[in-house]
């Protein structure tokens, strides 16, 4: 992936110092909003997160644990937060032993008019500018949780390697899937390339992904990256069989199909684990993260449904969902 086009002084500032060597000053501006859906802000964040996963073309690979860039990272990291915590009403606290209880009514059944919309009546454009958006986080899926195996022990990291053992195909690289969800890009024709599409997806697109990382590169939010996991696992069954009606209603075929029938399995399983031996074997073990745990759940409910609200906002007023950048036809 080569580094996106910049969109504000943040990322402009940002991408120049990339261009450089390792070892300069780094002083990044300040973002005009603390915002998730401020586009220089999450893009900036993105960027700096995506140095831990697989970088860019045209960046020294030092830059990952330059302490002049995380420094400045850490700066936008606050104001990141300040926008979730603004976004989030932070869940009353429970003893850990009613976590799991918190988590189910916390997530009740993933239903909601987004998921509706694309069974339904979406159209074809529609249904592939979704994929679009998603492609940012389901061509690394699972990578973010990842961060949290080596900082969880017993019970609950059994648990997260359980789920994420599945999410990479149980050791057969046709089955990750990452690669089942680039087969439905395929299908749909659009290009199935890693951050193909980054500079297509507005500022709540990358703030989706960004939670994780945040979540995921921080050992303080260990518990937070649990209850996110899990509140992604009990959400999923319903809307993914809805997805895979919606591309099948549209023409979409087995193999394109086959990423949300996988998900409508898989997860029916997986949120028994996440909720079960992950988030309430962690509280059991760490009291004093139960709260985390539900923060984090709350956190990826919350920023989903803001991002499906600007979605949506934009195909009910006719107009599309995307950064005007040509057609997505590769």
């Known amino acids: 992936m080569r580094l996106p086009v910049a969109r504000g002084p943040i990322t402009a500032h940002l991408f120049s110092l990339l261009a450089g060597a390792p070892g300069e000053r780094v002083s990044l501006p300040a973002p005009g909003s603390a915002s998730l859906h401020d586009d220089d802000l999450q893009l900036a964040l993105f960027t700096c997160y995506e140095l831990h996963y697989r970088g860019f073309e045209e960046v020294d690979e030092r830059w990952e644990w330059d302490p002049g860039l995380l420094r400045a990272r850490a700066e936008l990291e606050g104001h990141f937060e300040a926008a979730l915590a603004e976004a989030v009403p932070r869940p009353l606290p429970v003893p850990p032993a009613r976590v799991r209880g918190a988590l189910v009514a916390l997530c009740g059944d993933g239903d909601g008019p987004f998921s509706r919309h694309l069974r339904r009546s979406a159209t074809l454009e529609q249904f592939r500018e979704f994929v679009v958006h998603r492609s940012i986080y389901h061509l690394k899926e699972a990578d973010p949780?990842?961060?949290?195996?080596?900082?969880?022990?017993?019970?609950?990291?059994?648990?997260?390697?359980?789920?994420?053992?599945?999410?990479?195909?149980?050791?057969?690289?046709?089955?990750?899937?990452?690669?089942?969800?680039?087969?439905?890009?395929?299908?749909?024709?659009?290009?199935?390339?890693?951050?193909?599409?980054?500079?297509?997806?507005?500022?709540?697109?990358?703030?989706?992904?960004?939670?994780?990382?945040?979540?995921?590169?921080?050992?303080?939010?260990?518990?937070?990256?649990?209850?996110?996991?899990?509140?992604?696992?009990?959400?999923?069954?319903?809307?993914?069989?809805?997805y895979a009606a919606g591309l099948r209603r549209l023409g979409g075929d087995a193999t394109a199909a086959r990423f949300y029938d996988e998900h409508v399995q898989a997860d029916a399983v997986h949120e028994q684990i996440a909720a079960h031996d992950l988030c309430a074997g962690l509280a059991a073990a760490e009291p004093a993260l139960a709260g985390d745990i539900l923060y984090g759940a709350a956190c990826a409910l919350a920023v989903d449904r803001i991002w499906a609200g600007h979605v949506m906002e934009h195909w009910e007023r006719g107009e599309p969902s995307l950064e005007a950048a040509g057609q997505l036809v590769t």
Request: proline content about 3%; cysteine-free.
């Open 145 to 242: 949780h990842s961060w949290g195996i080596p900082r969880l022990h017993g019970r609950a990291k059994a648990a997260l390697v359980e789920i994420q053992a599945d999410e990479y195909g149980g050791g057969r690289a046709e089955r990750m899937h990452s690669e089942l969800f680039r087969a439905t890009m395929r299908g749909l024709g659009l290009d199935d390339s890693y951050g193909g599409y980054l500079d297509r997806v507005p500022g709540i697109t990358l703030a989706v992904s960004n939670v994780m990382s945040l979540f995921g590169l921080h050992r303080r939010h260990r518990g937070a990256l649990a209850g996110h996991l899990a509140a992604l696992e009990m959400t999923s069954s319903l809307p993914n069989r809805r």
